[in-house]
């Protein structure tokens, strides 16, 4: 037998209890990565066909518990709940940029320690509480960009001790970056730009 590569599989799903009279732009898809013959899935996305119409909620959308990516950016999504993505082993990355999220409750990450890559530019948040980002000892790269944080909690990244790459810039934190970055994450150096 020959290897199988990566293929793509899209399925449609209507969005929402109205689908009988639903035209094919209020359709969603969810593009899957086949990585082998028993169907391992590696990557869920979920977004909508029309930017304009992104969906508003991830609850009721099912996370296959082998998943490593999940690609929920360019829709209208405004919350995440705490716990939605636990018992998630396997989750490395979350991709919820460019979306209207103004909240995250605390707890929001809570039992997925192999993640490694949260992007959650171009939102609305506006505060970091200090909860949010408890249970991800693993946490490399969280990019917080282009958003309206104008407060982060002191010690809001106290578990997340291999964080590395901490992107903050285009916000309207009103204090020094290298202050906030001293406080918050102790001697740690992070690479960061206005």
């Known amino acids: 037998m020959?290897?199988?590569?990566?293929?793509?599989?899209?399925?449609?799903?209507?969005?929402?209890a109205e689908h009988k009279n639903q035209d094919l732009n209020r359709m969603m898809y969810i593009s899957l990565i086949l990585l082998s013959p028993l169907m391992y899935i590696v990557t869920a996305q979920i977004t909508y066909d029309r930017k304009d119409?992104?969906?508003?909620?991830?609850?009721?959308?099912?996370?296959?518990?082998?998943?490593?990516i999940v690609k929920f950016q360019e829709n209208q999504i405004t919350h995440v709940y705490a716990g939605y993505f636990k018992n998630l082993p396997n989750l490395k990355t979350i991709l919820l940029f460019d979306n209207q999220i103004a909240d995250l409750d605390d707890f929001s990450?809570?039992?997925?320690?192999?993640?490694?890559?949260?992007k959650l530019q171009y939102n609305r948040l506006s505060m970091i509480r200090?909860?949010?980002?408890?249970?991800l000892p693993n946490l490399n790269t969280l990019n917080l960009a282009h958003n309206?944080?104008?407060?982060?909690?002191?010690?809001s990244f106290r578990e997340n001790s291999a964080l590395e790459d901490l992107r903050l810039q285009n916000n309207l934190l009103q204090v020094c970056y290298d202050l906030i970055v001293q406080v918050i994450l102790g001697s740690k150096v992070i690479t960061h730009s206005h």
């Open 2 to 16: 020959g290897s199988i590569g990566r293929q793509p599989l899209k399925l449609y799903l209507p969005l929402g």
């Open 53 to 68: 119409r992104g969906i508003t909620s991830m609850l009721g959308y099912s996370i296959p518990a082998n998943i490593e």
């Open 109 to 118: 990450f809570v039992q997925v320690p192999s993640v490694t890559v949260i």
């Open 130 to 135: 200090k909860n949010i980002f408890t249970g």
């Open 148 to 155: 309206e944080i104008h407060e982060i909690q002191l010690e």
